[in-house]
């Protein structure tokens, strides 16, 4: 009942709060599973994967048509997880990334459209794009997760294991390589993430600068409006 209160008191004020909370919490419990055990990992981080599907409808069930999606995603994603746990086919660890990074990439698309480009500027939009940037470095990570999935040795660094066992340093690696900090202790190898990798850096360069100019740009337009 509380946990239904607390989702009931999700507005548009105050959405990208529990948003930015819940792909906080994601990235936290996926390192913390490494420490339960191997045969946990996996179930930890689609649990709070789960929790954050419910955070997230939550937080953007004021986009209609990306609730709707996220509905279809959460579904797919949930059937997957059970067809893996059951019959233990490989295939469905590239479905259930598939699905993670379309979840993802949706989130992006839906936050992006209520932060950049109308209303005022304020305190949850300020959050709201803290969000953005957290969304940017999952997709990848997920990017990253896929193609070791075909390429075992794409990566210096990286193991061919689970994706779940994988997931918190593909992120690492994903946030170092978006914030442009490039420690060397992960590297690509093959053509293709190489390619990945330099396009993540590059888009974390002008991040900071498209969000800014969109922000100011947005509150701009409000005043405007408001004055005329």
Same mark, same amino acid.
């Given at each position: 009942m509380k946990v239904g209160k607390r989702l009931e008191n999700i507005n548009e004020g105050n959405n990208f709060f529990y948003l930015t909370v819940a792909l906080v919490a994601l990235l936290i419990s996926s390192g913390l599973a490494e420490v339960v055990g191997s045969g946990w990992i996996d179930r930890v981080l689609q649990i709070f994967i789960i929790v954050v599907f419910i955070v997230c409808f939550a937080s953007l069930r004021f986009d209609k048509n990306w609730s709707r999606l996220?509905?279809?995603?959460?579904?797919?994603?949930?059937?997957?997880?059970?067809?893996?746990?059951?019959?233990?086919?490989r295939e469905m660890d590239v479905l259930m990334l598939a699905l993670t990074?379309?979840?993802?990439?949706?989130?992006?698309?839906?936050?992006?459209?209520?932060?950049?480009?109308?209303?005022?500027?304020?305190?949850?939009? &300020? %959050?709201? /794009?803290?969000?953005?940037?957290? !969304?940017?470095?999952?997709?990848?990570?997920?990017?990253?997760?896929?193609?070791?999935?075909?390429?075992?040795?794409?990566f210096t660094g990286l193991e061919a294991i689970s994706w779940g066992e994988n997931f918190s340093n593909a992120a690492y690696f994903s946030f170092v390589t978006l914030t442009t900090l490039g420690y060397g202790d992960i590297s690509p190898i093959s053509p293709l993430a190489q390619v990945v990798v330099y396009l993540e850096a590059i888009v974390g360069v002008?991040?900071?600068?498209? &969000? %800014?100019? /969109?922000?100011?740009?947005?509150? !701009?337009?409000?005043?405007?409006?408001?004055?005329?």
């Open positions: 996220l509905k279809t995603l959460a579904t797919c994603w949930v059937i997957a997880t059970l067809v893996k746990l059951i019959f233990d086919i990074f379309s979840f993802f990439f949706g989130t992006f698309k839906s936050t992006a459209k209520q932060v950049l480009f109308h209303g005022e500027v304020n305190t949850n939009k &300020v %959050v709201g /794009s803290v969000a953005l940037f957290l !969304l940017l470095g999952l997709m990848w990570a997920i990017v990253y997760l896929i193609i070791i999935e075909y390429s075992p040795n794409a002008f991040y900071m600068a498209i &969000v %800014v100019s /969109s922000l100011v740009s947005a509150n !701009l337009e409000h005043r405007e409006k408001n004055n005329g």
